[in-house]
């Protein structure tokens, strides 16, 4: 089975700054791409699988507001990223990145 087989959600390519901690001092990375079940994230220096993750970011034009939620790390690939899971989101930030998607289109 592929990748593209196995998710469930639409995903777009997408810049977004994005910012996390895990039991460290916060992180700054960069979303590379982004669904409503998780998102992959730029960063040389990826967590490890399983790790937990506490993030917020901002899905402009969508909403000025943060997104904020907890996620677990799925996969990663040292000096190219991460792929985070979602674990918990607030019902109208789900909305807003699925608003997000659709303009991707």
């Known amino acids: 089975m592929t990748q593209s087989e196995r998710r469930f959600f639409r995903r777009i390519d997408a810049v977004v700054e994005f910012h996390y901690t895990s039991n ?42 943060p997104i904020l939620g907890r996620g677990v790390v799925r996969w990663c690939e040292e000096a190219v990223g991460m792929g985070v899971q979602f674990l918990n989101l607030a019902d109208d930030d789900r909305v807003k990145i699925r608003q997000f998607v659709e303009l991707g289109d």
């Not at 460290?24 to 990375?29: E, K, N």
């Not at 960069?30 to 917020?56: A, C, H, K, M």
């Not at 901002?58 to 000025?64: C, G, I, K, R």
């Open 24 to 65: 460290s001092p916060p992180l700054t990375a960069r979303i590379r791409d982004l669904s409503e079940g998780g998102l992959f994230v730029d960063t040389p220096n990826p967590l490890p699988v399983e790790s937990l993750v506490t993030f917020t970011f901002v899905l402009q034009p969508v909403s000025d507001k």
